[in-house]
């Protein structure tokens, strides 16, 4: 495990250890107090600006560059054993199950941030917020600028763009790769499935006992998505281990002319020196908005940590304006403090503007802990039926049988 300490902690220790025999001993104390934070891949700019943080509270600040998941996955050891980060960031889905687990503690958000109902919808459970909103993100539409003069804005243009022979499939005959999509990934397919009525649990995403992945528009989304997979995309477009690699590399070598992706892509598009640009995802044949799952990461503070005060400081600085303006300046990531990103959306960024639009339309991905049984059980739900093993309904059904068992049995 990386950990980094910050110039202004080796400072803040030093003064401290000169300062013993004049201060009284809680303020030396106060001054020797070290908060640990979690980064995962936010360091590289929160490192650059803590010192402003460590002097306004006369503390120091040690930063883990840790991996994200393996330190989630670590708090229900490392905590109570007092090894673990006072403060950690956890996707969206995630925090719900945390603090039902008794992991992270409530907190209070940042009212400067102007937090919109979605935003809030993210990291609450139960009535209960566990964790201040720092990122969003959600799936958007690239396309070569070469390949096309305009962005698609239907999917019936998509449907077009799949018959031009230009974009034919070499080694299958009547396949085509003009516009393509991992639709056999459920996180990748959700936004059609909720654009045609479907939904993962009622009541928000709370009610497991309503299970909306085999409604009418759910089978109807799938018998749409069959038609591509049987119709025009070639066969290895089944293959879900290897079918987002074969998307990525057919749009970077020019093959392709619009992929929905997420906007995670936009660095190695960059490098491969492809022509393109970033737009919404089109309207689909119901004449309904895509709906993809709204996500991204929040920071929260562990139920073990005995900082809790200066904890929920560090939230309230890290998600402020200024410093959300710098995330977005230095990494990139769509601010969620909703000052921060209207002054993002007003960029030149084609990207965040994509983002910042679909995110709009997008659905907060449930955050419960029987969440977890749905990507097992709907890992199944589109190739069952594109592969022609079962019809769309049969599918459907089967896929929200398995959800509900697995939930009975394990909660």
């Known amino acids: 495990m990386e950990k980094i300490v910050t110039g202004a902690t080796t400072a803040i220790l030093g003064a401290s250890v000169a300062a013993s025999v004049l201060l009284p001993a809680q303020e030396v104390l106060a001054q020797e107090e070290t908060l640990i934070i979690s980064a995962a891949g936010h360091y590289d700019y929160v490192i650059e600006n803590i010192e402003a943080f460590e002097e306004e509270h006369g503390v120091s600040v ?9 330190v989630l996955d670590g708090l229900a050891l490392d905590g109570p054993a007092g090894t673990g980060a006072d403060v950690v960031i956890a996707p969206y889905d995630r925090i719900g199950s945390l603090g039902m687990q008794g992991l992270i503690q409530p907190v209070t958000l940042n009212e400067d941030a102007g937090y919109n109902e979605t935003d809030q919808q993210q990291v609450t459970m139960d ?22 003069d305009a962005a698609p804005e239907t999917f019936e243009e998509l449907e077009a763009i799949s018959q031009d022979e230009r974009f034919a499939f070499e080694g299958e005959e009547g396949r085509n790769v003009g516009f393509l999509t991992n639709w056999v990934d459920f996180y990748m397919t959700y936004g059609l499935l909720a654009g045609y009525g479907g939904y993962v649990f009622g009541e928000d995403g709370t009610n497991t006992e309503d299970i909306g992945l085999n409604n009418e528009g759910a089978i109807e989304a799938i018998e749409y998505a069959t038609n591509w997979y049987q ?15 074969f998307i990525n590399q057919s749009f970077m070598e020019g093959n392709t002319a619009a992929v929905i992706t997420g906007p995670w892509m936009a660095n190695d598009f960059n490098n491969s020196g492809i022509p393109y640009a970033t ?37 309230n ?3 402020s304006e200024e410093q959300q303006t710098i995330m977005y300046e230095r990494l990139g990531e769509i601010p969620a403090n909703q000052v921060a990103r209207e002054q993002a959306a007003q960029s030149d960024s084609e990207l965040t503007a994509a983002v910042i639009e679909v995110y709009e339309n997008a659905v907060p991905m449930p955050n419960i802990p029987q969440m977890a049984e749905v990507w097992v059980g709907a890992e199944s739900l589109m190739f069952d039926a594109a592969s022609g093993t079962k ?6 059904n089967d896929a929200v049988e398995l959800i509900t068992q697995t939930i009975q049995q394990n909660y």
């Open 231 to 245: 119709n025009t995309w070639p066969q290895g477009m089944l293959d879900v281990t290897s079918a987002t690699d």
């Open 62 to 70: 040690e930063v883990w560059d840790t991996d994200m998941f393996e």
């Open 391 to 396: 019809t769309a309904e049969e599918s459907a």
């Open 317 to 319: 600085w890290v998600t």
């Open 279 to 315: 737009t919404t995802i089109p309207t689909l044949p119901n004449g309904e908005e895509y709906k993809p799952f709204g996500g991204g990461k929040a920071w929260a503070v562990s139920a073990f940590t005995e900082k809790t005060e200066l904890a929920q400081e560090f939230l």
């Open 127 to 148: 009535g209960q917020i566990y964790g201040a909103p720092t990122v969003i993100e959600t799936l958007v539409m690239f396309y070569n600028t070469e390949l096309l």
